[in-house]
């Protein structure tokens, strides 16, 4: 299973915009890169998926570079409510377990 | 929308005694994952089925045991409780049929082993 390093924690203010870089130098190639959010005492949230180049959905932009091995989630103008922990993995889409490696502690102050 | 149906919510138990959580997924999800995160931790993948059968299977101890049954709810059988087993127990479901086979988390069961 690939492993993933991301920032332990990260500071922000409202109104900017985030990104979080998560390393993943064995990916596979039939692997996918999710991430997940996840509020404390509640299960994770997907986010956004994506395999290659830029994903976008309302929430978020997903960036992954040519060769894979690393990708950025991209949160635009967060607010108070996005702090949480943020969680990149990876793994194939056939029901493989993705391991949730340590994530990123995102605050976002006023 | 329904979502995973989990339970109990709360579960309070004495060292040595036996717990199951039971987990009903999305209608329709043909896989069923079970987490364990204890306090401060991230979520540690416990065992996942797929179509009833067993798929995968990380860090779960063996006093632990999982099955699907034919109704596609899924248990986790905890026996030989110890003191950290004490977590929250998450169970998810997913589809291989969807286009990114996300994972949906169910609110967990918090368990406390005294």
């Known amino acids: 299973l690939a492993k993933t390093t991301q920032p332990i924690s990260m500071d922000s203010y409202e109104g900017q915009e985030v990104n979080i870089t998560c390393s993943h130098n064995?990916?596979?190639?039939?692997?996918?890169i999710t991430w997940y959010q996840q509020f404390p005492s509640q299960g994770p949230r997907f986010i956004i998926q994506?395999?290659?180049t830029k994903v976008t959905n309302e929430v978020a932009s997903l960036f992954i570079p040519a060769d894979r091995k690393s990708s950025t989630l991209s949160l635009p103008r967060v607010s108070l409510s996005d702090t949480a922990v943020y969680y990149c993995?990876?793994?194939?889409?056939?029901?493989?377990?993705?391991?949730f490696g340590p994530g990123t502690r995102l605050s976002v102050l006023p | 929308a329904a979502g995973v149906i989990q339970s109990p919510r709360h579960l309070i138990k004495e060292k040595r005694e036996t717990a199951t959580l039971k987990c009903y997924p999305i209608?329709?999800?043909?896989?069923v994952y079970w987490y364990q995160q204890g306090p401060g931790q991230d979520p540690q993948f416990l065992i996942s089925?797929?179509?009833?059968?067993?798929?995968d299977k990380g860090s779960i101890p063996d006093r632990f045991s999982a099955q699907q049954f034919s109704d596609y709810h899924s248990e986790l059988n905890m026996s030989s409780l110890e003191l950290g087993d004490s977590a929250l127990y998450f169970c998810?479901?997913?589809?291989?049929?969807?286009?990114?086979?996300?994972?949906?988390f169910g609110p967990g069961t918090r368990l406390t082993v005294l």
């Open positions: 998810a479901s997913s589809s291989r049929k969807q286009r990114y086979n996300e994972q949906f």
């Open positions: 064995n990916i596979a190639t039939n692997d996918y």
């Open positions: 994506g395999y290659k």
């Open positions: 993995l990876v793994g194939n889409n056939y029901g493989q377990n993705f391991v």
């Open positions: 209608p329709r999800h043909d896989t």
């Open positions: 089925f797929y179509e009833k059968m067993q798929s």
